[in-house]
């Protein structure tokens, strides 16, 4: 019994304890779905990098599910520490901060359009000139452009910079519906309907209400001159044309001044020969045309057998030149007669601000460089901003 009963102890202690008879019982395998140590199972595969990369950057990437193992468990998951990302902040736009560059600038080449933009010239002055306190604040505002072409200093280099100038005018309707043509290379001067020159007074639309309906667009109290010609349809046009819009000048009248047309005793004067033609200016008050005309010759700007056809052409321009004025005289008087009181009060309490870019380390300072004067017909400006 005793024998017997050592027998049965022992068999007992092999089944529960089978790691102590590893002569009897091989080793246990490592379950197939189970990752080695230095693989770890939350690693993943190569070919899904690139997906798993993209869920990331879309902060929605979800840890793959892993399978289980064949005996119900599941396989541990190594820790992962988190790329930190840094959150990126995108400078909310101004209201009013593309108003300076809807504004078409009148008179620039084609060519030199993108000299203009080149730089990221600032207008906040203009943007804060429309809030409450400032002096554009709650009227109505025409805007129209010019480019000034200056010598300015940017980052240590001195070279002619297109700088863009902004003028606003204050009035209850528009200053004008007009655009005059003239330059020292054209004999004439010309006084043209804008929308001939495809450009025109349009609302301007802030920001904020790029969305609203066409009906709300007459509240609008900043009118912008623009232009619809474009530079791809330039190809189309001849060159002349293409000239005009060099010459352009923003043409004004105002009825309670004298033009320059009328005060001026100066006549331009081509005199179309060759090999070059004449060009320089008379005064039929201050100059004597005998004189005028022998001194042309002595310079050897005029042949002497000229110099009858020359003097012929000369008063042909200054009987010209004395109609025009004494038609515009005319007409300032036939406007006034028929104006009405409110529109009186309206030319008489008209403004006109010039705004130049502030100084900003994107852009050259052009303080040194402000003029009050906007063009022939606007005269000088009420104040520079």
């Known amino acids: 019994m005793r ?8 068999h007992k202690a092999a089944e529960e304890e089978p790691s102590k008879n590893p002569i009897n019982e091989p080793a246990p395998e490592q ?11 939350n690693e993943p595969a190569e070919e899904n990098h690139v997906e798993v990369m993209k869920k990331k950057k879309k902060g929605k990437a979800e840890p793959k599910a892993s399978n289980k193992a064949a005996d119900g468990r599941k396989p541990k ?3 992962v520490s988190k790329p930190e990302t840094e959150t990126e902040y995108f400078e909310e736009k101004r209201n009013l901060e593309d108003l300076w ?5 009148v008179g620039t080449e084609w060519d ?3 000299m203009v933009y080149q730089y990221k010239w600032d207008f906040s002055n203009l943007e804060e000139a429309f809030e409450e306190g400032g002096e554009l604040y709650n009227k109505k505002v025409y805007l129209f452009g010019c480019t000034e072409p200056q010598l300015v200093s940017f980052q240590g280099h001195a070279k002619v910079t297109m700088i863009p100038v902004v003028v606003a005018v204050v009035s209850p309707f528009p200053p004008s519906d007009k655009i005059g043509i003239k330059s020292v290379q054209r004999e004439t001067e010309e006084i043209l309907p804008m929308k001939q020159m495809k450009m025109d007074w349009v609302p301007y639309i802030p920001l904020e209400k790029r969305e609203s309906q066409v009906e709300r667009l007459k509240k609008s109290q900043i009118f912008i001159l623009s232009c619809t010609q474009r530079r791809a349809g330039l190809k189309q046009l001849k ?3 293409v000239k005009k819009y060099e010459y352009c000048l923003p043409y004004f009248y105002h009825p309670f001044q004298e033009d320059e047309t009328e005060q001026s005793t100066v006549v331009p004067i081509l005199f179309p020969i060759d090999p070059q033609p004449v060009f320089c200016e008379f005064d039929w008050e201050l100059d004597e ?3 005028f005309t022998d001194k042309l010759i002595e310079e050897e700007e005029l042949s002497a057998d000229q110099k009858e056809p020359f003097k012929d052409f000369v008063k042909e321009k200054v009987r010209e030149a004395k109609k025009a004025n004494r038609e515009a005289r ?5 406007a006034l007669a028929e104006m009405s009181e409110q529109t009186k009060a309206a030319y008489e309490s008209m403004k006109f601000y010039k705004f130049y870019p502030v100084a900003s380390p994107n852009a050259p300072d052009v303080s040194g460089v402000k003029s009050s004067f906007i063009n022939r017909y606007y005269g000088k400006a009420d104040k520079i901003m």
Do not use: H, N, Y
């Open 112 to 114: 030199q359009l993108d």
């Open 289 to 291: 045309l005998e004189e």
């Open 31 to 41: 379950p197939i779905d189970e990752p080695a140590p230095e693989e770890p199972i």
């Open 77 to 79: 998951r190594a820790k």
């Open 101 to 105: 560059q809807q504004v078409f600038p």
């Open 3 to 10: 024998r017997g009963a050592k027998r049965k102890t022992t």
């Open 330 to 334: 005319e007409a300032r008087k036939k």
């Open 239 to 241: 060159i002349e044309r």
